[in-house]
């Protein structure tokens, strides 16, 4: 159970603090809107190193990614019958740090009249539509955290015991280098259960959720930390 706490628990405060930089920067009448990207980059890499060691702090395994949990699954030894459980504690954790972003700023969605960019304050969207180049964007940036985290991470323990501000700051490489295109979800969790949130509130004059863009951020992921997985098991 402290395993899947801890994941629950994590994934709640990555986006908590995630999105919560997004809503800052973005909606109207906040102190820090128009912050820019930095400001998102930054506030998403603290963001992480929060929630993993959150995680890792109350008996979970620091992955806060459906994506990471899956390839560790398949090319490390992460038990299977915790994959499941872990999948769902991380969207939970997801779903819970969207509403609370929501109230947070909730004064802030109502005064802001560009759908988009409340929208933004939940999940992901290209900056270019094109689904091919789009999922190329994602598999890249995912190869890059799962191959980069592993590489920090304590040989004998992959992942698991790794310290939170490593991954922390190869985040925020991956964000200021290849975030532009997508907006860098590099985690299934971290945009589709946002974007159901977004669906599922009470948010005045939202935006359509985007259901055929939806599977990029999700599949993207998923290959993109599969591949790194694999890669970084041949190399070793």
Avoid at 191 to 213: E, S, V
Wanted: charged share 10%; aromatic share 12%; glycine share 10%.
């Amino acid at each position: 159970m402290h395993s899947y706490l801890g994941e629950f628990i994590g994934t709640t405060l990555l986006i908590l603090f995630g999105n919560g930089v997004v809503a800052n920067v973005v909606l109207k009448d906040s102190k820090g809107q128009n912050g820019g990207w930095i400001v998102i980059a930054f506030g998403w890499a603290m963001a992480v190193f929060i929630g993993v060691y959150a995680s890792v702090k109350f008996g979970g395994s620091g992955h806060l990614n459906p994506a990471v949990t899956i390839a560790l699954n398949l090319f490390s030894d992460f038990k299977t019958e915790l994959v499941l459980p872990y999948i769902m504690a991380q969207f939970a954790g997801a779903f819970l740090g969207s509403i609370l972003v929501w109230l947070s700023y909730k004064q802030h969605f109502d005064q802001t009249e560009d759908a988009s960019l409340k929208m933004a304050c939940f999940c992901t969207a290209p900056a270019i539509r094109n689904k091919f180049y789009n999922s190329i964007t994602e598999i890249i940036g995912s190869f890059a955290l799962v191959f980069g985290a592993l590489a920090m991470s304590n040989p004998t323990t992959p992942f698991v015991t790794l310290n939170a501000l490593p991954v922390a700051l190869l985040v925020l490489a991956i964000g200021l280098s290849l975030g532009g295109p997508t907006g860098y979800a590099i985690n299934p969790a971290r945009d589709l259960a946002p974007r159901i949130a977004h669906f599922l509130l009470p948010i005045k004059r939202k935006a359509n959720p985007d259901w055929g863009y939806a599977w990029v951020p999700v599949i993207g992921p998923i290959l993109g930390a599969v591949l790194a997985a694999w890669v970084f098991s041949l190399i070793k």
